[in-house]
Structures are given as structure tokens and as C-alpha cells.
């Protein structure tokens, strides 16, 4: 399975909202490859690592006019997609049980991005409540 780029939704919001979708992705990708053995797995960790680069180049340009607490939380994102992309590089380098090891540190990378960036869409969309 190949990890296919993000579907554009006509329901997403802004560009917060189609970050977060995109972390999603990455983190229900990453999840299918770690189910898989063999070359597979390769191909997908190889696919997982662009992604991760591209959703963390994304996030870095949704930081800008966000709240401080927003911005606080898409900093965190990205250092996680950046150690996401550095694990699944890695991965790709390894065999055997190291992969395996490799994949569960893509996957908690992966997760702990997606969650920081859903934090800053809660952290943007409470700011925005309390001024209206």
C-alpha cells in the first residue's frame, strides 16, 4: 500500500484542519505498515518518510498567524514529524527485529504529531470562541 497524498476535503476549515489531516494519515499509513513483513513494509516506511516531510513542511508554514499556544504546539508537531522522517529513514537501513523496533518509534513519533497538532487546532478554535 502506497500512502496516498492528502484528499482535499471541501470540508476542512483552514489550513490548521488539513495539517491535522495529513498527520492523520501519515499515523493511519505508518500503522498498516507496521502490520505488514518483508519488502512491503520497506516500500511503505520509504512513502511514510516523504509524507512525514511534506506534513511537517506543511505545519511549518500553518505556524504563522496562529496563537502563541497554537504555534507552541505546531513547533512540537514538527519536531516529531522530523523525528518520524529520521526513524522511518533509519528503518529503511535495518533488518530483523531492528525494523520492527524502528517502526514502533515512526508509529509513537507519528501519534505524538498528530496529537500536537489536533492541541493546536483545540488551542486556535478556544481562542476564537472566547472572542466572540
Do not use: F
Not at 3 to 10: F, N
Not at 31 to 40: F, L, N, Q, T, V
Not at 51 to 74: F, P, R, Y
Amino acid at each position: 500500500m502506497a500512502i496516498a497524498m492528502a484528499k482535499v476535503d471541501t470540508k476542512v476549515k483552514d489550513a490548521l484542519d488539513h495539517v491535522r489531516a495529513g498527520a492523520q494519515e501519515l499515523h493511519a499509513a505508518i500503522s498498516d505498515a507496521a502490520a505488514k513483513r518483508g519488502g512491503a513494509v520497506k516500500s511503505d516506511l520509504e512513502a511514510a518518510s516523504n509524507k512525514a516531510k511534506s506534513v511537517a513542511d506543511s505545519v511549518k508554514s500553518a505556524i504563522s498567524g496562529q496563537n502563541d499556544i497554537a504555534k507552541k504546539h505546531l513547533t512540537e508537531a514538527v519536531t516529531h514529524l522530523e523525528a518520524t522522517q529520521k526513524h522511518a529513514t533509519e528503518s529503511l537501513k535495518s533488518s530483523g527485529e531492528a525494523v520492527q523496533t524502528s517502526i514502533k518509534k515512526v508509529l509513537a513519533d507519528a501519534r505524538a504529531a498528530v496529537q500536537k497538532v489536533s492541541e493546536a487546532v483545540a488551542a486556535k478554535r478556544s481562542a476564537a470562541s472566547k472572542h466572540k
